[in-house]
């Protein structure tokens, strides 16, 4: 599979996010979401979104589920038969759920250290791949957020450091504090979620990864992307493929310094994701597609 670069690391043009396998409407057989990491990796994926905060509620489930993702993660890296090492795993953290399931922030740098240092834990290595501040806390100043992902790098607990959910000035922040060590942004972005535009042109500016999260319109929706959005449909049925592997190609002609992350929890859905590194759109498509509304 064709690579982009996220730091000093050579990943996969296509990565894959967890959340789908770990959140509500989650498969209820765990091996299913193991054989998804494993169909990605088999297809040549080398990069895996995970957080600390992917997980249904204690309401829902009975008990803590707090890593549910990053161990489910862990776990199929374990059986994989292939190179496990040569798999950046990116987690974050400052993003939590609660008992009941609702989404909070926390962003204080003490608690960002904390959860680092566990999620490497769970995930079953000594240094984090790819650590990622995961949402801003509005109760926080963000320099010091972004502060403790300097401390983690300094202190070895995290390789590479990102930033996800951030604006223009947020980015350029980071950028600073962290001495243009920042690697990633992760932000979302889709043909129905487009106002990430000015952060992925940023990013290709400054030479840092931009990480569309939702790329194909976010859980639930990625199946109807060619009915809500003709224009892909059209030219995905002229090339002969998927409207969602049509959307993702599209989304890496934007800038070498895209790689997004479709999220999936089944075999199938990572498989047709990864082939959109095979397909070349013209430059008539790119801009067709870059000024599509839904319908």
């Not at 994989?80 to 909070?104: E, F, N, P």
Request: net charge negative; proline share 6%; glycine share 12%.
């Amino acid at each position: 599979m064709p690579q982009r670069t996220i730091g000093d690391v050579q990943v996969s043009a296509i990565g894959l996010g967890g959340m789908p396998m770990s959140v509500e409407g989650r498969p209820d057989d765990e091996t299913r979401s193991v054989r998804t990491v494993h169909a990605a990796l088999d297809a040549g994926v080398t990069l895996i979104d995970t957080a600390n905060a992917y997980h249904l509620g204690a309401d829902i489930v009975g008990h803590d589920e707090t890593g549910h993702n990053e161990t489910l993660v862990a776990r199929a890296l374990g059986e994989w038969g292939g190179d496990s090492d040569a798999v950046l795993v990116a987690t974050k953290g400052g993003h939590l759920r609660t008992g009941d399931g609702t989404w909070i922030v926390n962003g204080r740098p003490e608690h960002i250290k904390r959860a680092a240092k566990d999620s490497a834990v769970r995930l079953g290595v000594e240094a984090i791949g790819l650590y990622q501040h995961h949402r801003p806390d509005p109760e926080v100043p963000y320099a010091d957020s972004v502060g403790a992902l300097a401390d983690l790098l300094d202190e070895g607990v995290i390789r590479l450091a990102g930033i996800s959910n951030a604006d223009p000035g947020q980015i350029r922040e980071a950028h600073d504090i962290l001495g243009g060590r920042l690697a990633s942004v992760q932000n979302q972005f889709s043909p129905a979620f487009r106002s990430s535009e000015p952060e992925l042109e940023l990013c290709a500016e400054l030479g840092i990864a931009f990480l569309p999260w939702s790329p194909l319109g976010g859980i639930g929706r990625a199946g109807a992307l060619g009915e809500r959005f003709t224009p892909f449909a059209r030219i995905a049925t002229a090339h002969g493929v998927s409207p969602q592997q049509v959307c993702l190609a599209w989304q890496l002609a934007l800038a070498p310094t895209v790689i997004p992350i479709p999220g999936a929890s089944r075999p199938a859905s990572i498989e047709d994701s990864a082939k959109a590194t095979e397909l070349t759109l013209t430059e008539e498509e790119i801009a067709t597609l870059s000024t599509t509304s839904p319908n």
